[in-house]
T-cell receptor, first 113, second 109 residues
Framework: DVKVTQSSRYLVKRTGEKVFLECVQD?????MFWYRQDPGLGLRLIYF???????EKGDIPEGYSVSREKKERFSLILESASTNQTSMYLC????????????FGPGTRLTVL | QQPVQSPQAVILREGEDAVINCSSS?????VHWYRQKHGEAPVFLMI?????EQKGHEKISASFNEKKQQSSLYLTASQLSYSGTYFC??????????FGAGTTVTVRA
């Protein structure tokens, strides 16, 4: 059974803190994604990785960075958290083709105070 | 370009039917449908391919209208378990998926 896990379901941080969100998939998928989900806006792509150490900016990369040192793990980093980064963050993975079916993690609800 | 979903929300009683539409401003060759229950991860329901047959998942089916650049999701004889937010995803020029804003479905007993 395919599985994508995220390190935390809920996280509360203060403005200016550095925040790490981790995602692990056990399906040996090449592609991994980070999205943020906001009411009325749907899922917006932050960053994408198609291989170890390879990454591409998505539609809203400002204020975020990513790391993929191992195939199964994709980390999202908020260098200096701000209140407008309060959101639900979803990680996903897909096999070889980027337009393949995506498998999502349960999400991390981040609140920045 | 993000696909446009309608309606934004729908409330049903058990056993009623509903239709959710997903429209694109450009030509489509596939549409993905996902459902996200409250507090859970989005789950893949089905993919519709250009020229392909209508798909189904439980009593949820979908169609693809190439001419209208639209896909429709049909919830037939709805059950309480159908409650959630339904998203469509369409391929972009860079082959990644662009998701609609979602349609929240509430099924009441």
């Amino acid at each position: 059974d395919v599985k994508v896990t995220q390190s935390s379901r809920y996280l509360v941080k203060r403005t200016g803190e550095k925040v790490f969100l981790e995602c692990v998939q056990d399906m040996d998928h090449e592609n991994m994604f980070w999205y943020r989900q906001d009411p009325g806006l749907g899922l917006r792509l932050i960053y994408f990785s198609y291989d170890v150490k390879m990454k591409e900016k998505g539609d809203i990369p400002e204020g975020y960075s990513v790391s993929r040192e191992k195939k199964e793990r994709f980390s999202l980093i908020l260098e200096s958290a701000s209140t407008n980064q309060t959101s639900m963050y979803l990680c996903a993975s897909s096999p070889r083709q980027v337009s393949d079916t995506q498998y999502f993690g349960p999400g991390t609800r981040l609140t920045v105070l | 370009q993000q696909p446009v979903q309608s309606p934004q929300a729908v409330i049903l009683r058990e056993g009623e039917d509903a239709v959710i539409n997903c429209s694109s401003s450009k030509a489509l060759y596939s549409v993905h449908w996902y459902r996200q229950k409250h507090g859970e991860a989005p789950v893949f329901l089905m993919i519709l391919l250009k020229g392909g047959e209508q798909k189904g998942h439980e009593k949820i089916s979908a169609s693809f209208n190439e001419k209208k650049q639209q896909s429709s999701l049909y919830l037939t004889a709805s059950q309480l378990s159908y409650s959630g937010t339904y998203f469509c995803g369409t391929p972009r020029a860079d082959y990644k998926l662009s998701f609609g804003a979602g349609t929240t479905v509430t099924v009441r007993a």
